[in-house]
Nanobody
Framework: QVQLVESGGGLVQPGGFLRLSCAAS????????MGWYRQAPGKQRELVAT???????NYADSVKGRFTISRDNAKNTVYLQMNSLNPEDTAVYYC??????????????WGQGTQVTVSS
């Protein structure tokens, strides 16, 4: 059994910052790409950022220059540093990871989501 558990969401004023964390646990053999997605009310879930095992990153155009994704492979954890937040960043943020478990089966896993609200 593999789980992704997110933390770090909350309410922040425009221009503020938050740092999200997502820790993977369970019967993990190897973690491949990790990433963050978000879903705003009435909208589809969209990619925010991804990072490979080697550290290569990819960002949505809307967050480039403001958000930074990173990972600690020793801790099986991915982070999302979000700066210069604006109300359009309000959404539920989901952690995602492709993980091969100890039975050598690879699956795409999702966290439960953490709410980020940007409002004055």
């Amino acid at each position: 059994q593999v789980q992704l558990v997110e933390s770090g969401g909350g309410l922040v004023q425009p221009g503020g910052f938050l740092r999200l964390s997502c820790a993977a646990s369970g019967s993990i053999f190897r973690i491949y790409v990790m990433g963050w997605y978000r879903q705003a009310p009435g909208k589809q879930r969209e990619l925010v950022a991804t990072i490979t095992t080697g550290g290569s990153t990819n960002y949505a155009d809307s967050v480039k220059g403001r958000f930074t994704i990173s990972r600690d492979n020793a801790k099986n954890t991915v982070y999302l540093q979000m700066n210069s937040l604006n109300p359009e960043d309000t959404a539920v943020y989901y952690c995602n990871a492709v993980i091969r478990s100890t039975d050598y089966v690879s699956n795409n896993y999702w966290g439960q989501g953490t709410q980020v609200t940007v409002s004055s």
